[in-house]
């Protein structure tokens, strides 16, 4: 079974926590002063590892909100019976918190609405509730690097 992934990108909490270790384990092991490049690299770890505990701390009620809207919407579109497995699936990813799941779910509902000329009004409400998921991330990030600095 995949880990669970708590954001919607494309590293897993685990992927993201073992590059930012390799990095701090590099610099630890390096028997010279750290040159620019060597400094540049933890502090991009030290970014990377904010804000990972920002999307742990606050992402998956986001994701899990967007997922049911977009399943909401699929459930509600009329001639969009063939899809209510997909707004299933969706859902439950969701509810779990997997993003990766959640991903391939609205990638194949996309796919579907591209598929059928009828289906452009859902694809627009499902690429809307994937903008306000961006706008609410980058919310979210901006939060909590604010507060990491007061």
């Known amino acids: 079974a995949a880990p669970r992934q708590l954001m919607f990108n494309p590293l897993t909490p685990s992927e993201m926590v073992n590059a930012i270790g390799s990095a701090a384990r590099a610099a630890a092991r390096a028997d010279e002063t750290l040159d620019e490049f060597d400094r540049g690299q933890l502090m991009s770890a030290y970014s990377a590892s904010r804000h990972l505990a920002i999307e742990i701390a606050s992402f998956s009620s986001e994701l899990s909100a967007r997922c049911t809207a977009i399943a909401d919407a699929v459930d509600r579109a009329s001639g969009a019976e063939s899809l209510h497995d997909l707004a299933a699936r969706l859902r439950e990813a969701g509810e779990a918190g997997d993003a990766r799941a959640a991903g391939d779910a609205i990638a194949e509902l996309l796919a579907a609405c ?37």
Do not use: F, K, N, Y
Not at 123 to 145: F, H, M, P, S, Y
């Open 114 to 150: 591209r598929a059928q000329e009828s289906r452009s009004a859902l694809r627009g409400r499902i690429q809307a509730e994937l903008r306000a998921l961006c706008d609410t991330e980058v919310a979210l990030l901006a939060d909590g690097i604010e507060a990491g600095r007061s």
